[in-house]
């Protein structure tokens, strides 16, 4: 049969593109500079990258065979890239719950925002900053807040113990700081 007379099938690309469920019944918590990224990423796409996309498709179109026309194809492809990343941005961004992590700045409790230094068992410490889903960046020391070391942190106080579950086992670790950003002077 004739590739022209096939459906094209996506779902590799999308196993490889697997998102981060949210949490069954939680909320998707994300800082106000997390959702701006992702709100300005949204709007690039729409009124930049995509329209740019679509001019290309429709003159690679208008030249003629489509079956082997690289701009045709590639376009195409990135185009469906493009609407995959709209679609997740949209609903993300309508489920998502602003928190300011500035309103708890001075305190020593762990909430959402926080970064927390701790120490592990072995002595070594680590720092992370705990996040929304669609923000964290482990490369930066950025942990969700539903991932297993943010979740044991929450609501402990600087001083306090707690334990980690971890692969290999349950691990006790300590609250040696806790930070927040400071709030933004309004202009007014």
Same mark, same amino acid.
């Given at each position: ?18 998102? /981060? ?37 429709? !003159? ?67 720092? $992370? ?9 482990? +490369?930066?020391?950025? $942990? +969700? !807040? ?15 113990? $707690? ?19 400071? /709030? ?5």
């Amino acid at each position: 049969m004739s590739k022209a007379f096939t459906k094209e099938n996506d779902s590799e690309e999308e196993d490889e593109l697997a998102l /981060p469920e949210l949490p069954a019944g939680g909320k998707n918590y994300i800082t106000p500079a997390g959702y701006t990224r992702l709100r300005d990423e949204l709007l690039q796409l729409i009124d930049d990258e995509r329209p740019k996309v679509v001019e290309v498709v429709h !003159w690679a179109a208008s030249n003629g065979d489509r079956s082997e026309n690289g701009d045709y194809l590639y376009g195409k492809k990135r185009l469906r890239e493009i609407d995959r990343r709209i679609r997740f941005l949209t609903k993300r961004l309508e489920v998502a719950e602003v928190t300011d992590p500035s309103l708890h700045h001075g305190r020593d409790q762990i909430f959402f925002g926080a970064r927390v230094t701790y120490a592990d068992e072995g002595g070594r410490e680590r720092t $992370v900053t705990i996040l929304g889903i669609d923000e964290a960046d482990s +490369s930066l020391g950025q $942990v +969700s !807040w539903v991932s297993p070391v943010a979740r044991a942190l929450l609501k402990a106080r600087r001083g306090d113990e $707690v334990k980690l579950l971890t692969p290999m086992g349950v691990q006790d670790i300590e609250v040696l700081a806790v930070e927040y950003p400071a /709030p933004t002077a309004v202009a007014g």
